[in-house]
């Protein structure tokens, strides 16, 4: 069963569109209070919501700390958040805000060391790792500096550490609505033991019949935003489909 989860990118107290790791503010699309739409996600039936927090993630900002903490006050649902983890003690701040999972990326490249600590103290059902990626690159610091060190390079340091779950995105398609980079996704799930949700780059019904049929190699969950946002397809549609495990 492939499970959706809505993306709720949040920049300055406000819903963001994101193009390319780029938040942009549009408010006319995306609405202006985070919380509401956790509601209205929540409402058309999700089981599990996505957050990003930009401020923290590029500016090592807490502003929005307050924000996701009603999130999590306001739905009944798991809410994971991203943006910016730097230590043990912030990663900590973050889960007594109510989230109920952390993804980690640039930490496990900049701060290994730090990176694994969490891990250690908070487990494997409350911390993923993310690799973002730019041609089979990894991409940290907010999406914004490329390194070196590969794709497979990191999935495979992170699987031998155990993690169980990695965010998987590229960042050339995200919210670009160009269809998503399936042959990422199933190469790092073929190649590790981890879970993989997928983000970036569904613009509709045809991307997730595709990310569908890769469930058997690992690849067991999608997070999509700006498809949704711009009603790409009928939400209770998907939901009520996907839970029946038909495409």
């Given amino acids: 069963m492939l499970l959706i989860i809505p993306s709720i990118d949040i920049k300055d ?134 390194t070196d060190i590969s794709v497979i390079e990191l999935a495979k340091r992170l699987d031998a550490m155990g993690i169980e779950r990695c965010v998987v995105t590229d960042v050339s398609r995200n919210g670009m609505l160009a269809g998503p980079n399936l042959r990422l996704s199933k190469l790092i799930a073929e190649e590790t033991n981890m879970k993989i949700t997928h983000s970036g780059g569904i613009s509709g019904y045809k991307d997730l019949i595709k990310l569908n049929e890769l469930v058997y190699c690992g690849i067991d969950s999608v997070i999509i935003g700006r498809a949704l946002y711009e009603n790409r397809f009928s939400c209770q549609k998907i939901w009520r489909k996907a839970e029946k495990g038909i495409f």
């Fill in 13 to 146: 107290g406000k819903t963001v569109r994101v193009v390319q790791g780029i938040p942009e503010v549009d408010s006319a699309s995306y609405g202006d209070d985070p919380v509401e739409m956790a509601l209205i996600w929540r409402s058309e039936n999700a089981k599990f919501l996505h957050v990003v927090d930009f401020n923290c993630s590029h500016e090592h900002s807490h502003c929005n700390f307050s924000i996701i903490k009603s999130i999590c006050d306001s739905v009944i649902i798991p809410v994971e958040l991203g943006g910016g983890v730097s230590n043990l003690d912030e990663a900590l701040e973050i889960i007594d805000l109510g989230v109920r999972r952390i993804v980690i990326g640039s930490l496990a490249v900049t701060n290994p060391g730090e990176f694994e600590k969490i891990f250690n103290r908070l487990g494997n059902k409350k911390i993923s790792a993310a690799i973002d990626t730019i041609d089979d690159k990894v991409i940290i610091k907010g999406r914004s500096e490329k």
